[in-house]
């Protein structure tokens, strides 16, 4: 699959799949990937909102997983929580 994005200088964003021909030009970037990613047929999620200041994503890796990775990493299990800083 191959899908194209261009920002026009007019402020409107152009999407192109070169599969099935399908161009599609709107002022909503995100509108512009959803329907290119429709044409092409995997449902499109879009990226999650920002967190909030201080709040930070982890990632969750499982202790099954531990011989995951580069050799020389210490495996710790992690947990995914949205944790807040002080």
């Known amino acids: 699959m191959s899908l ?3 920002r026009n200088p007019d402020d409107t964003t152009t999407g192109r799949n070169d599969d099935s021909g399908f161009t599609v030009t709107h002022a909503d970037e995100e509108e512009v990937k ?3 990613y429709e044409d092409a047929g995997p449902a499109y999620t879009p990226p999650p909102p920002p967190g909030t200041s201080g709040v930070h994503r ?6 099954d997983f531990e011989a995951t990775g580069f050799g020389d990493e210490v495996s710790v299990p992690e ?3 949205s944790m807040r800083c002080p």
């Open 4 to 6: 194209h994005f261009h």
């Open 34 to 36: 959803r329907l290119l």
């Open 58 to 63: 982890f990632s969750l890796v499982h202790e």
């Open 79 to 81: 947990r995914s929580e």
